[in-house]
């Protein structure tokens, strides 16, 4: 079985660039032994304009047969079947395991000769000439074209001659783009191929859950076809595809989240408007040239004060984001340990980067952790904490999934202190710059007036045995109040959550 890999260039960017993608030399012919048997890359043409790689894979179909341990004995042709059947020509799990094999630093985007190639996307043609489809030529447009690929899959005849006999269940596959990564590409390859034979070559086990998530980062969560991908990819083992659907649909979150994750950040670097719109407020009612600290930093100051009060040794930020609080805490020893918690995985890598996680020393380590978590559900590694901190987080959830935190946070977790921000909506007419009507940020699901926001939280307190105390951020307006408003909630009864 053999695939070939094209790319177009110009003399400023070459096509030969291929292989330093692929880490294979083009003036080179290479073998490489794999699980299935010897895999041959080779180039049958590379120069400036056009370069493409070939990849073939001859299987040894004795060493497999030898490997599958009489599976499949019961049927009355299972010893013939063994020896006569399509692996070593159609595209299949064998194939995708020899070029996650071969090309494994290209499928990871790796190139230390030119870490510059492997983010840009360029043209590319993959053609496959027998590709097993089970599903026909409509399932592998139904796959491909919505990661961005044009498809041409051709139905392979049985027999040429005899065309009455109908088509085969194979295709010839070429699939072109121009706007997708090398890496990218490959990904695609490695869990379709086995997705579209409906079979792999070797039992599969809980840990391939890992690989798919890793080779479909970024495009499976939101594929129209993820459950049918998901299903055949591991074999139709219901266990299996039920864990990995889970997975998927956090990952789904933390990437919707991704796509405003100013946003999930406590709405602190986001609104760089909203900040310099309430300095230019504070500084025409005072007078005063000197320029107010931005809201942003108000509102982590409020916090570290409460959270001080409340005599909080042991703290979580919930949707911590890209770290500020958490940084923020890190400075004071009194916080011995700090948690910051968030949905979104692209966040909590920004906030390791932006506490300097692998270079911080051994006793300062020891007092932050960051969690992956979803606070819509319960949690119980979020228990016996001191405090707690929403910090412009609930304006980020649609009104019906209000409930799942509250309980994730008030009636399972239950710290002795809960400090929740959000805006005021009120305020927001105080603003040239906001359209009247208009929420701060695009990813706001609502904003609460503080006679609501007092309504909820008031509610939340008697439910779950907690007292609850109102405090200003930011200027207080005597009309319109503060531009944030926090809730301080202490907890005063043991007791399970009420129910609601």
């Given at each position: 079985?053999?695939?070939?890999?094209?790319?177009?260039?110009?003399?400023?960017?070459?096509?030969?660039?291929?292989?330093?993608?692929?880490?294979?030399?083009?003036?080179?012919?290479?073998?490489?032994?794999?699980?299935?048997?010897?895999?041959?890359?080779?180039?049958?043409?590379?120069?400036?304009?056009?370069?493409?790689?070939?990849?073939?894979?001859?299987?040894?179909?004795?060493?497999?047969?030898?490997?599958?341990?009489?599976?499949?004995?019961?049927?009355?042709?299972?010893?013939?079947?063994?020896?006569?059947?399509?692996?070593?020509?159609?595209?299949?799990?064998?194939?995708?395991?020899?070029?996650?094999?071969?090309?494994?630093?290209?499928?990871?985007?790796?190139?230390?000769?030119?870490?510059?190639?492997?983010?840009?996307?360029?043209?590319?043609?993959?053609?496959?000439?027998?590709?097993?489809?089970?599903?026909?030529?409509?399932?592998?447009?139904?796959?491909?074209?919505?990661?961005?690929?044009?498809?041409?899959?051709?139905?392979?005849?049985?027999?040429?001659?005899?065309?009455?006999?109908?088509?085969?269940?194979?295709?010839?596959?070429?699939?072109?783009?121009?706007a997708l990564t090398l890496a990218e590409a490959l990904r695609h390859l490695y869990v379709l191929f086995p997705v579209l034979d409906d079979a792999k070559h070797y039992w599969v086990a809980p840990d391939e859950i890992d690989k798919l998530l890793r080779a479909g980062e970024g495009w499976l969560p939101g594929h129209p076809e993820q459950r049918l991908i998901t299903h055949r990819y591991l074999s139709r083992r219901r266990s299996l595809t039920r864990q990995a659907t889970e997975r998927l649909e956090l990952v789904r979150l933390a990437e919707a989240d991704d796509s405003e994750v100013e946003a999930i950040d406590n709405a602190v670097e986001a609104i760089d408007g909203e900040a310099e719109a309430i300095d230019n407020a504070v500084e025409a009612e005072t007078g005063t040239e000197d320029k107010p600290a931005p809201l942003a930093v108000q509102r982590r100051d409020a916090i570290l004060a409460a959270l001080k009060r409340s005599g909080a040794a042991r703290v979580l930020d919930l949707g911590c984001g890209q770290g500020q609080l958490v940084q923020a805490l890190l400075k004071d020893p009194a916080f011995t340990e700090i948690v910051g918690v968030d949905v979104s995985m692209r966040a909590l890598t920004i906030a390791s980067?932006?506490?300097?996680?692998?270079?911080?020393?051994?006793?300062?380590?020891?007092?932050?952790?960051?969690?992956?978590?979803?606070?819509?559900?319960?949690?119980?590694?979020?228990?016996?904490?001191?405090?707690?901190?929403?910090?412009?987080?609930?304006?980020?959830?649609?009104?019906?999934?209000?409930?799942?935190?509250?309980?994730?946070?008030?009636?399972?977790?239950?710290?002795?202190?809960?400090?929740?921000?959000?805006?005021?909506?009120?305020?927001?007419?105080?603003?040239?710059?906001?359209?009247?009507?208009?929420?701060?940020?695009?990813?706001?699901?609502?904003?609460?007036?503080?006679?609501?926001?007092?309504?909820?939280?008031?509610?939340v307190a008697e439910r779950h045995g907690y007292t609850v105390a109102f405090e200003p951020v930011g200027p207080d307006d005597p009309e319109v109040g503060p531009p944030t408003q926090m809730a301080v909630f202490t907890l005063t009864s043991p007791k399970e959550a009420k129910a609601a």
């Open positions: 079985m053999f695939l070939t890999i094209s790319t177009t260039g110009t003399p400023e960017h070459p096509a030969t660039d291929l292989g330093y993608l692929l880490h294979k030399h083009p003036d080179k012919a290479q073998a490489f032994s794999t699980s299935s048997g010897t895999a041959h890359v080779l180039y049958p043409e590379a120069d400036v304009r056009r370069c493409t790689a070939a990849l073939m894979l001859e299987v040894d179909a004795v060493a497999l047969v030898r490997k599958s341990k009489g599976k499949g004995r019961g049927a009355p042709d299972a010893a013939l079947a063994q020896y006569v059947n399509d692996r070593p020509y159609a595209a299949s799990s064998l194939l995708a395991v020899a070029l996650s094999s071969v090309f494994s630093s290209a499928m990871k985007g790796v190139c230390h000769a030119r870490p510059e190639l492997p983010g840009q996307a360029r043209p590319l043609r993959v053609e496959v000439p027998a590709l097993p489809a089970r599903g026909g030529p409509d399932l592998v447009r139904r796959l491909f074209e919505p990661l961005g690929w044009e498809v041409t899959a051709d139905p392979v005849p049985l027999d040429t001659e005899f065309p009455e006999w109908g088509a085969s269940r194979y295709a010839r596959l070429a699939l072109d783009s121009t980067r932006r506490l300097k996680l692998d270079r911080m020393g051994e006793r300062q380590a020891s007092r932050v952790t960051l969690l992956q978590g979803s606070l819509a559900y319960t949690d119980r590694r979020l228990k016996g904490y001191d405090a707690a901190v929403l910090s412009e987080v609930v304006e980020h959830l649609d009104l019906p999934r209000l409930p799942a935190l509250e309980y994730a946070v008030f009636g399972s977790a239950r710290p002795r202190t809960v400090l929740v921000t959000t805006p005021n909506v009120e305020y927001n007419v105080r603003w040239e710059s906001l359209p009247a009507g208009h929420v701060r940020h695009g990813d706001h699901r609502f904003e609460w007036t503080r006679a609501e926001f007092r309504t909820w939280a008031g509610a």
